[in-house]
């Protein structure tokens, strides 16, 4: 049993980061990733902020906070930030059912996808310098933590609206022992992290966030991975908000 844990938690590292080894599965064992999703964002988040922690670019918080976007860009394969952009594209400035997903499957990237890809970038940047600055590198290892709980919470929300493909096999783990665990394993690290403050308003902010996905969902009638990818960003975007609110 004990080895089938450390399995799926490696499924999901490899799944959601490039930091899992390559392993032989099938399809339903995705499913199972859902419950280790802010786990994983536990190995991410720590890997990019330890350096920082030990001093590397000490005092200089532009760079510290613009090294940490880049990392997770690329430690994530950008897939997170291609979810936004492929929303932000598709829905435009009013979301067509029919429209919107011949657009989402459109590799090609329109105004309102780089739109939001500079926005999200941009103010993950600047709220970074903010919790380098008083040197709360916990806070910055919790952001991905709290990042990868929206993408668990996103596969129960999505569950009704998923469309074949890759986000329905995460989707279908969506079940409330899953969503529990998840919820509970972001809950405990972020005692150590943040304040309850910063917490509460987080997940108030991530909550809207899931909420505004879930109605968008249901009027272009289907959810896929780029949902996911996009709970990700806007849960990460949510808790550095309620940071650099109240510090």
Known sequence: MRAGLIKDFLIT??????????????????????????????????????????GLFAGKYWIQAWLTVAASVYLTRGLHFDGIADIADGAGPYPDSERFWKIIKDSRSGV????????????QVLCFYYIYEVQAYAAAVWIFILGRMGCSAMCRAGQRFARPGQGILFMNGGDGRSISLAFVSTIITGFFAVNIQTQLIAYALTSLCIFFLYRLAETVNG????????????AEISGLLAFSMLN
């Open 13 to 54: 590292l490899g799944f959601m980061t490039r930091l899992g080894p390559v392993l032989d599965i099938e399809a339903r064992d995705l499913a199972r990733t859902v419950k280790w999703m802010p786990l994983s964002g536990l190995v991410l988040g720590a890997l990019i902020v330890l350096p920082f922690y030990l």
């Open 112 to 123: 309102f996808g780089i739109l939001a890809s500079v926005l999200v970038l941009l103010g």
């Open 223 to 234: 959810a896929n991975g780029d949902f996911l990818g996009g709970a990700v960003v806007l």
